[in-house]
């Protein structure tokens, strides 16, 4: 007999990051692969935080990194205007999501997430045997929030069950974004008891005025937790940090399940130093903005639907315009463009394409044209 694992994680699938991107990056046509699958910053992170791993030697990798990892903490929570004991620290946000669902969900309990939401969500209540409960999102055409959250459907699926809900905003895959309104009203009907994790990754990209974090009513709202990451606009993907702002209980039950030097030693030092540079966050938001607005207009351009993004990515739909998606993602492959295919979030007509350089998204543009010709 082999040993088996338990029958939760049996029924269990891996996360699909999309593609093989090391075997993709060995065969590379001239001129290189252009990887707009993952919803990376193309813009790259500041000079300090460069310099932070470049300047590294024997003596830091030798020891063991800080486990409480305080002077991120104390830089985190100066940023946010809160205590150290408000925050928690992950390898990447999403070893954070899945502890939510560890920490405060269980066999019979629900959980509960958006159609079309980030995958993890689905996954993390699985992985504890929890009921995953996915609200439906609103429709392909709904002129604020196409396939967006709607905050009234997750109020209305919320059962004596659930025990944990997860929301994006701005969202991956759709990129769209709740306003602060309407989810303050959406929490106020949410049992206390039911922790409320706002996943808030693409935040810094979402420049519509109402499309604030929802940072701001933490204080009335002891359940709401969100959740941030150095992977987006601070171009630190790499380096694996995220974090949580949440109730000091919420944050000394997440510590009981943490891997002790979760942030490495090198994580710890260049994410402050990232922190700490608002004018190279404010150049990337910026080009951010430009490059997303050129690359819809283009997309949109060759007869293809592009809702309106808030982050860092746009997805596209190829139903109207007679083309195949997956066709489409085979043929820019082959040309060495790497964009994301969606069949894992129901939306087979789709791909999602982050933003790029002027260069990048020139390629994908010129790669585009030629698979739809
Ligand atoms: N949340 C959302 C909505 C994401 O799209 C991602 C990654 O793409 C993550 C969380 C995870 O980010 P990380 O684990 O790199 O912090």
Redesign the pocket.
């Known amino acids: 007999m082999k040993p088996s694992p338990t029958p939760i994680v049996a029924a269990l699938a891996a996360y699909d990051p999309g593609h093989d991107l090391e075997a993709l990056r060995a065969r590379a046509p001239p001129g290189g692969l252009v990887e707009l699958g993952?919803?990376e910053n193309a813009f790259g992170p500041c000079a300090g935080a460069l310099a932070v791993v470049r300047g590294s030697d024997a003596t830091a990798l030798r020891r063991y990194p800080d486990p409480h990892a305080r002077s991120l903490k104390s830089a985190l929570a100066a940023h946010h205007g809160v205590t150290t004991a408000e925050i928690a620290l992950g390898n990447?946000?999403?070893?954070l999501?899945m502890q939510f669902a560890q920490a405060y969900a269980g066999l019979g309990d629900e959980v509960l997430y958006s159609q079309y939401g980030?995958a993890?969500y689905a996954i993390a209540a699985a992985s504890v045997g929890a009921t995953g409960v996915a609200a439906t999102a609103r429709p392909a055409d709904d002129p604020q929030a196409p396939r967006g959250h709607d905050l009234d459907a997750f109020a209305a699926a919320l059962t004596p069950r659930t025990r944990l809900a997860y929301l994006?905003n701005p969202?991956?895959p759709t990129g769209t974004a709740f306003t602060l309104e309407s989810f303050e009203r959406f929490l106020s009907s949410v049992p206390t008891e039911v922790l409320v994790v706002v996943?808030e990754?693409?935040v810094d990209y979402a420049e519509e005025p109402g499309t604030a974090s929802v940072l701001s009513i933490r204080d009335r709202f002891p359940n709401l937790v969100v959740?941030r990451?150095?992977?987006k606009i601070h171009a630190l993907?790499g380096l694996?940090v995220?974090y949580a702002v949440a109730d000091e209980a919420v944050v000394l039950t997440l510590e009981r399940l943490r891997e002790t030097f979760n942030i490495n030693v090198l994580a710890q030092e260049a994410t402050v130093v990232s922190l700490s540079d608002s004018a190279h966050l404010d150049s990337c938001r910026i080009a951010n903005l430009r490059q997303r607005q050129l690359l819809t207009d283009a997309l949109r351009s060759l007869g293809l639907g592009v809702a309106r993004s808030r982050a860092n990515f746009v997805l596209v739909d190829f139903e109207a315009s007679g083309h195949a998606a997956t066709v489409v993602e085979r043929a820019l492959l082959d040309r060495g463009l790497v964009v994301r295919p969606m069949h894992g979030y129901g939306l087979p007509q789709c791909l999602r394409i982050t933003v790029g350089t002027d260069a990048e998204q020139a390629r994908l543009l010129d790669a585009m044209r030629e698979a739809l010709s």
């Open positions: 993952s919803n990447g946000s999403h070893e999501l980030f993890v994006a969202n991956n996943d990754a693409y959740t990451t150095f992977s993907a694996r995220g």
